[in-house]
């Protein structure tokens, strides 16, 4: 049984596989490879483009999804993680997908190893399926994003997006660098930058992030505006540059991409959005049915 709780649970065929996957997906009508699966979610954070990419992806693919909202689920009278995890699993789905506010709870349930467990964001951890979607939409544009260097821009210390996509965008043998100011930074061996004027004409990929403030336990930044006088990514920064522009959603417009950024050819948020589908119907078919 295969889960997915990072990238790192994936060989290399099998990151290759899903690219190719989720290009042919892509590119022709998919046939209901998972006619016979049952899929639950279980969220326990928000959510609007993971849980519905998901669904659409299992849906596409000819599979069943139903959805536990843990707000209104017996977790609200005080079951606890692992027996509503085993009660759902005593329904014999093909796979759970599951978001959580605590890093460590996807592993916990994929060692319970009762089906497969798929990580659709744990705490400031992982977020897998966004790396691989990201992984995907640079391959689509660049053809081989080895030698490219990425800069992620904002508050990288709190984002589950940026610790899995540095880990498999270093993986990938890209260069990545960190643009943030001091309270946004992790604790990195990686190229460290607090202005943004000093990396635009080193990178080829910009990954704006919004600020995390439901993670944050004290107040990390006092005035969004003046944070987005420095890191917003706005069209005089960007220039007549050919650079691709990245966000994961939801984007703080003018904190994090100006408006007319948001409209420019070179800004790739919906294109993540479109390929996620994509990519996560390639990882459904992979933990599903190949493995
Ligand atoms: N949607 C992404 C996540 O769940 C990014 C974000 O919320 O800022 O981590």
Same mark, same amino acid.
């Given at each position: 049984?295969?889960?997915?709780?990072?990238?790192?649970?994936?060989?290399?065929?099998?990151?290759?596989?899903?690219?190719?996957?989720?290009?042919?997906?892509?590119?022709?009508?998919?046939?209901?490879?998972?006619?016979?699966?049952?899929?639950?979610?279980?969220?326990?954070?928000?959510?609007?483009?993971?849980?519905?990419?998901?669904?659409?992806?299992?849906?596409?693919?000819?599979?069943?999804?139903?959805?536990?909202?843990?707000?209104?689920?017996?977790?609200?009278?005080?079951?606890?993680?692992?027996?509503?995890?085993?009660?759902?699993?005593?329904?014999?789905?093909?796979?759970?997908?599951?978001?959580?506010?605590?890093?460590?709870?996807?592993?916990?349930?994929?060692?319970?190893?009762?089906?497969?467990?798929?990580?659709?964001?744990?705490?400031?951890?992982?977020?897998?399926?966004?790396?691989?979607?990201?992984?995907?939409?640079?391959? &689509?544009?660049?053809? @081989?994003?080895?030698? %490219?260097?990425?800069?992620? *821009?904002?508050?990288? +210390?709190?984002? #589950?997006? /940026?610790?899995?996509?540095?880990?498999?965008?270093?993986?990938?043998?890209?260069?990545?660098?960190?643009?943030?100011?001091?309270?946004?930074?992790?604790?990195?061996?990686?190229?460290?930058?607090?202005?943004?004027?000093?990396?635009?004409?080193?990178?080829?990929?910009?990954?704006?992030?919004?600020?995390?403030?439901?993670?944050?336990?004290?107040?990390?930044?006092?005035?969004?505006?003046?944070?987005?006088?420095?890191?917003?990514?706005?069209?005089?920064?960007?220039?007549?540059?050919?650079?691709?522009?990245?966000?994961?959603?939801?984007?703080?417009?003018?904190?994090?991409?100006?408006? &007319?950024?948001?409209? @420019?050819?070179?800004? %790739?948020?919906?294109?993540? *959005?479109?390929?996620? +589908?994509?990519? #996560?119907? /390639?990882?459904?078919?992979?933990?599903?049915?190949?493995?």
């Amino acid at each position: 049984m295969q889960h997915l709780v990072d990238t790192n649970n994936f060989s290399d065929a099998q990151i290759t596989q899903l690219l190719a996957d989720a290009k042919s997906f892509k590119t022709q009508c998919p046939p209901k490879l998972l006619r016979d699966k049952l899929i639950i979610t279980l969220f326990f954070e928000a959510s609007t483009r993971t849980r519905s990419s998901f669904e659409v992806a299992a849906k596409r693919l000819g599979a069943a999804v139903v959805h536990l909202d843990p707000s209104r689920s017996s977790t609200k009278k005080g079951e606890s993680l692992e027996d509503t995890f085993a009660n759902l699993c005593a329904m014999e789905p093909d796979g759970v997908i599951v978001r959580h506010s605590k890093n460590e709870t996807p592993q916990i349930l994929a060692d319970m190893q009762t089906t497969p467990v798929i990580n659709a964001g744990a705490g400031n951890y992982a977020h897998p399926t966004q790396a691989l979607l990201d992984l995907f939409t640079m391959v &689509e544009h660049f053809g @081989d994003v080895q030698g %490219k260097t990425i800069a992620i *821009v904002g508050d990288i +210390v709190s984002s #589950r997006v /940026a610790s899995s996509g540095i880990r498999l965008m270093t993986r990938m043998g890209m260069h990545v660098i960190l643009v943030a100011p001091e309270q946004f930074m992790p604790q990195s061996d990686l190229p460290q930058y607090e202005k943004l004027e000093d990396v635009m004409d080193k990178v080829d990929v910009i990954m704006s992030l919004r600020a995390q403030l439901e993670r944050h336990e004290t107040e990390l930044f006092e005035d969004y505006d003046d944070y987005a006088r420095h890191y917003c990514i706005t069209k005089e920064r960007m220039q007549d540059r050919d650079i691709l522009l990245l966000h994961p959603g939801p984007v703080m417009r003018n904190i994090d991409i100006s408006d &007319e950024m948001l409209e @420019d050819p070179r800004c %790739k948020v919906l294109t993540q *959005v479109k390929n996620g +589908v994509f990519m #996560r119907m /390639a990882i459904l078919k992979l933990l599903l049915l190949d493995s």
